[in-house]
């Protein structure tokens, strides 16, 4: 493959639903299973609100991961009024032809209660599915590092886990990588996430998350430090390519300056290709092209 007119000096990733399996598949799962109007909780969360939400409180490490936590988690996602809000919201999608049903039921903006959403075992679940490394995202990673042209990072709204905390079914939780077994060449590989880039921001760290600016521009200015270092030139704004799976979050890395790839939920080999144009070189085996 010849290189591209322009590649990235930088290479800034998400994880949840781009290097490993997205958290959003198991939310996805557990609507499904109960009954709950697709997206509703993801639209609770992001309601937030962006001081106070439960959510928003964890991932910029301000609140401890406790019994206390999950309980806030609970009430964020049972607010009456978020739930009228989405409610009405679906009310409008099914009046322009596109309706989603409870129970077989048509929404029509009115509704039952809130639905009663076990935010411990939904958050355990969400947590776990993320362990996973993703087919095609994570090989394309390992390839980009091999090639020594970049600087990799990361930037992810995360969680700190207390030491030695337990899952919801009481099992001792751990951030471990779940590699695929052999004959994967993979298989061997080291199950620290961070050990794939050259920094790692994580937001419970540093104290902000993704979509706030600051996020974009501390991790340009941390990567740009470790290119001087290796001598790849300057990181810069528009020198940096960042892929991500959430909307807001590109929205505003774009109005930061950034160049971006959106990774659709289940559709992260698209997302390999579009990498694999950017960056100039070749990414995907011929195997996963078919």
């Keep these: 493959m010849s290189a591209s007119s322009n590649p990235p000096t930088a290479i800034l990733f998400d994880i949840g ?7 959003f598949q198991a939310i996805l799962d557990y609507e499904l299973e109960n009954k709950i109007p697709i997206g509703f909780i993801n639209f609770a969360i992001q309601k937030g609100p962006h001081d106070t939400g439960a959510w928003q409180l964890i991932e910029r490490g301000e609140v401890e991961l406790n019994d206390d936590w999950f309980a806030s988690f609970k009430k964020q ?3 009456p009024e978020v739930w009228s809000e989405y ?22 903006g009115h509704g039952s209660g809130v639905p009663d959403i076990n935010a411990k075992k939904l ?23 091999e090639s020594g042209r970049f600087i990799l990072g990361a930037f992810s709204n995360n969680v700190t886990f207390p030491s030695g905390i337990l899952d919801d079914e009481g099992k001792l939780f751990t951030k471990d990588l779940i590699h695929d077994p052999p004959p994967s060449p993979y298989a061997n590989d080291s199950k620290d996430i961070t050990t794939c880039f050259d920094i790692f921001l994580g937001s419970a760290a540093v104290g902000v998350r993704k979509p706030d600016p600051e996020a974009y521009k501390l991790s340009v200015r941390e990567m740009d430090k ?17 892929l991500d799976d959430i909307g807001i979050n590109l929205k505003f890395a774009k109005k930061t300056g950034l160049r971006t790839i959106k990774v659709n939920l289940g559709k992260t080999k698209d997302a390999v290709k579009e990498l694999e144009s950017e960056a100039g070189i070749p990414l995907l085996d011929e195997k996963s092209k078919l």
């Excluded at 409610?87 to 029509?108: P, T, V, W």
């Design 87 to 108: 409610l009405q919201k679906l009310s409008q999608h099914s009046a322009a032809g596109g309706g989603q049903a409870i129970d077989g039921r048509e929404i029509d």
């Design 17 to 23: 639903g781009v290097v490993v399996i997205s958290p």
């Design 226 to 242: 470790i290119a001087q270092i290796k001598g790849l030139g300057r990181v810069t704004t528009d020198s940096t390519l960042f």
């Design 77 to 79: 996602l049972s607010k």
């Design 123 to 145: 958050f355990w679940r969400m947590m776990k599915i993320s362990r996973k490394t993703d087919p095609y995202m994570y090989p394309a990673l390992r390839k980009l590092k």
